[in-house]
Each structure stands twice: as C-alpha cells, then as structure tokens.
C-alpha cells in the first residue's frame, strides 16, 4: 500500500491481545427497510492512529482516513482533513493522527421538519459498502489494525446498518490478519455508485 510500511517482527505472544473473531452485527438502532428523509449534520473526529504491524507516513495516513470517511458518506464538497501529530517530514510515523471536520445524513423527525422545514429533508439510499475491499491495493492486504480502530472512532459518528466485522489481527504478526468490514450507510439517493460501494440488498 502507497505511504504504508509493513513491519514484520515475528509472531505476537498472543497472551493479553484482542482477538475478534465473532462477527459484529451491531450498529444504529434498527430502522425502516425504507431509506428515510434526512438532514447533513456536521460531524468532528479526532484520531491517532496506535499500530504494531502496519506503519504510516503523516500524508498516508490521512488519505486512507479520507477515503473511508468518503465510503461511510462523508459530503464531499466541505469535507476538511488534517494531519497531527507528526514529526517526520517523510517515513513513517510512531503515532499520526488525523483531524476531520465534515457533514453526514442523519434521519430528520417529524419535529426536525417543522423546524427548518421539508426543503432541509434530502432523499436518501442505503449503500453497502466493503471497507476491505476498498483498502485492498494489488495484492497488498488490507489494514487491520486501522480497520478496527476506525470502525470504533469513525462508523459511530454516521448513520449505519447491517454491520458485519469480525478481526483477528494480532501486533507483531508475520501476516496482518483477516479482516471482514463491511456495513451499510446512508448516503444521498443517486445512481451513480460511491467509491467502494455496492447496492445494499433489498431488506
């Protein structure tokens, strides 16, 4: 993978470390088979990224962090990403971080609507989108470690179903570990298919 250094340091001890095997179907609470009406809502994330197999460089890591905010729905035209944290002027770093301000679609309430009104409501389609696959470059296997971080700092902060996860990355493997990440999001009703995405099923 561009800007990404795999470090190979033998196998890990294994005692201690998190293996997540079970597939994860969690996610936000259940909703309509029916894509609802939704308004943007501007979101914020902070994030340092901590990886024992998989190194990055400042400006590496902050294009992964963007094409996977763009996958899960982030808006495009006022997404704004940032590195931190790094020290480096090239290579990677021991701990890049990322700061990231953009808007995703959050479902409106009949409330919502008489607030700002049904101009504000935007139609919308469930997408289901394979973070793997995306993060896939030739045979170059997909990132553990940020996979599984970013499922926990990123996916709360969008409007999800469906979640299928399951991990068994371990530090200091000699392989990063398996990995199934895919999910279904909000995004805006379209034809056109977003970057990593595919049709959700019909539910």
Known sequence: ??????????????????????TDTTGVPALSATPPEAQWVQRSLNYTYFGFTAKYSCDGLRDTVRNVLL???????????????????QGPESF???SAQFSVLVPVTPDDIGKVGRAAANPTQWKTVDLVRLNQV????????????????A?????????????????HAITPGEIRFTVDVLQPASTAPAAGAAPAPAA
């Not at 006022?78 to 002027?89: A, E, H, P, R, T």
């Not at 996916?155 to 530090?171: A, D």
Request: aromatic share 8%; with cysteine.
């Open 138 to 153: 030739g045979r170059d296997a997909a990132p553990c470690e940020l996979l599984e971080q970013l499922k926990a700092k």
């Open 1 to 22: 993978m561009k800007h990404a250094w795999l470090l190979f340091a033998g196998l890990a001890a294994g005692a201690g470390w998190h293996d997540a095997r079970a």
């Open 155 to 171: 996916l709360p902060l969008f409007t999800s179903r469906n979640l299928q996860f399951s991990s068994s990355c371990y530090p």
């Open 96 to 98: 890049p971080g990322v």
């Open 71 to 89: 996958a899960l729905g982030a808006r495009k035209q006022d997404l704004k990403i940032k590195s931190q944290g790094c020290i480096k002027l």
